[in-house]
């Protein structure tokens, strides 16, 4: 799950640093997504492989969601939520992990399986003029956003690097992560709105 979590998170922030261009210039916005076309067969086996990440991660969700269900019959000799380890972040991690899902349907549909001969900068201008898209999409970084922030600590703690020390720091660096990301993507649908 953290493996898989970071690779996601990895391509969330180039994928916020790639359309971030659209913030400074739409011509360079478009040459950058025009690029991105046309490396056809490479571009198709990254999405390939992204799109395994994404299954696998979901699948570990789901193997873990089971495995905590089946334990829940035991009691913990620590009750963590007291100790502040185990909160609603946590708890809702399949709720947002599951309007993630579905937000990530709806981006590709509205824009990488849309009508590839409109260019891409119509394409989102389309998009993001919908005021249900716009409600959608929103909903999307909001659950996108939980989600990463609580992600990004658990992966801290499943790859050891939990300690009191850096215990803030790496909290503090996963929501300045997030927040980079999704402030991006909130940005990019504020142009839109506001245009």
């Excluded at 046309?38 to 789901?62: D, N, P, W, Y």
């Excluded at 000799?77 to 100790?83: G, K, P």
Aim: charged share 10%.
């Amino acid at each position: 799950m953290a493996v898989t979590g970071l690779l996601l998170g990895s391509f969330l922030l180039f994928h916020a640093a790639g359309n971030s261009l659209i913030l400074y210039n739409q011509a360079i916005f478009a040459t950058y997504a025009e690029h991105l076309q046309s490396l056809g067969l490479l571009l198709a086996i990254v999405e390939l492989l992204l799109a395994a990440v994404f299954i696998a991660h979901i699948l570990t969700g789901f193997s873990l969601i089971l495995s905590n269900r089946k334990a829940k019959g035991r009691k913990y000799a620590i009750n963590n939520s007291v100790l502040g380890l185990r909160g609603w972040p946590s708890r809702i991690m399949p709720i947002t992990g599951t309007v993630v899902l579905l937000f990530l349907l709806i981006h590709l549909v509205t824009l990488r399986f849309m009508d590839q001969a409109v260019p891409i900068a119509e394409r989102i201008r389309q998009v993001l003029t919908n005021p249900l898209l716009i409600l959608l999409y929103t909903a999307g970084m909001i659950a996108i956003c939980l989600h990463i922030s609580h992600g990004f600590w658990s992966l801290t703690q499943s790859l050891g690097m939990n300690h009191p020390r850096w215990n803030g720091l790496m909290r503090g660096l996963g929501w300045l992560a997030t927040i980079f990301s999704i402030g991006i993507f909130i940005a990019v649908i504020l142009l839109h709105i506001l245009l």
